[in-house]
């Protein structure tokens, strides 16, 4: 529990923490359906993110015809071989992982930047990119609440944008940002995938928190890269 008057009570934010805590990027999914009704909360869940100048710029495209999402794992199983060519040492190992589950998901989804975005300043004029940022926020919002109601999700960057903007017959100056694979699970990571995978580690939090001014180059290097230990 806390003292301050517009906390949560003490499971919910437990609750809120645990989700958190617990979300994994999902690669490994189960064929069964999901429920409407429950599809329907998460994207509920996604509209309720906040936005740049209320400009609520994500849009989400729900694939149910089984051809077209063969044809987005197409684009994906692509993308994972250019991926892997650009990896170099790392290609073969790359190789090896699972990043998507685009024919196994109950559900596949793609999150997209609305068109006409240009019209919007508000917050945007020195920084455009805000309205992807609140995009992100509304795919974290599905996310967390898909993990609290016990599915999966994962989100793929793996593929060219204009080639699956035409597939799904988006304008021009729409653009897709993520696929999401949405799902019943076997069970969820007990880590991360890619950290138990040993592909990269967790960085610890006080090596990214920086106090009043962007600390001197030096002072980014970890201690064991200075002793000599990297």
């Known amino acids: 529990m806390t003292d301050y008057p517009h906390a949560f009570a003490g499971e919910e934010i437990a609750a809120v923490y645990r989700a958190i ?96 975005r240009d019209a919007h300043i508000f917050g945007r004029r020195t920084l455009p990119q805000m309205d992807l940022a609140s995009v992100a926020c509304a795919i974290q919002n599905i996310w967390l609440a898909a993990r609290a109601e016990g599915l999966g999700m994962g989100w793929v960057s793996l593929f060219d944008p204009q080639r699956l903007g035409a597939l799904l017959n988006m304008p021009d100056d729409a653009t897709p940002v993520a696929i999401l694979c949405l799902g019943h699970v076997a069970a969820f990571y007990d880590k991360p995938m890619l950290a138990q995978e040993g592909w990269a580690a967790k960085q610890p939090l006080d090596t990214l928190v920086f106090q009043d001014r962007w600390p001197a180059a030096a002072a980014l290097i970890p201690a064991t890269a200075k002793d000599g230990d990297a």
Request: charged share 25%; glycine share 6%.
């Open 21 to 116: 805590a617990e979300r994994r990027d999902m690669r490994h999914f189960l064929p069964d359906p999901v429920d409407p009704a429950l599809l329907q909360r998460l994207l509920a869940a996604a509209h309720c993110a906040p936005s740049v100048g209320y400009m609520q710029p994500w849009r989400f495209i729900r694939i149910g015809a089984p051809a077209l999402r063969d044809s987005i794992h197409a684009l994906v199983e692509q993308e994972r071989i250019n991926t892997a060519h650009a990896l170099g040492q790392r290609e073969s190992e790359f190789m090896r992982l699972k990043v998507e589950g685009v024919r196994e998901c109950g559900e596949l989804l793609v999150a997209a930047l609305m068109s006409g």
